[in-house]
């Protein structure tokens, strides 16, 4: 499981941010629904989406107030994403230098 926004590895466990998404047909018959997909955002993509401004896409705007919404409901995502932030910064200089760190994206939109 990986954040959504940066790539970075979110063990089972790690504080995250999950969207659960499928897609299931209204009206029609036999009634069909697609595998559920989940995505992750770590705490600091959260908080720095939600802080950001609006992005492009009905279903992206759609994820950015659900992720605004838990950002803006309890302090406790934005604890998170502080606490995680301290120890990201040592995880950094740990592992910069043997080439596998992958970059974050440059992109602050979600992808679909
Ligand atoms: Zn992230």
């Known amino acids: 499981m990986h954040c959504l926004r940066c790539n970075r590895e979110l063990e089972a466990g790690h504080k995250s941010v999950a969207l659960y998404m499928f897609a299931q047909t209204v009206g029609i018959k036999p009634r069909q629904k697609s595998t559920a997909h989940r995505i992750s955002f770590c705490p600091q993509c959260s908080v720095s989406l ?26 406790a995502l934005n604890q998170a994403a502080w606490e995680s932030l301290n120890g990201i910064s040592g995880l950094l200089t740990a592992t910069g230098t043997d080439g596998t760190h992958r970059p974050a994206r440059a992109e602050g939109y979600f992808e679909f």
């Open 50 to 75: 939600a802080m950001g401004p609006p992005p492009e896409g009905a279903l992206n705007l759609a994820a950015w107030d659900m992720i605004r919404d838990l950002v803006g409901s309890d302090p």
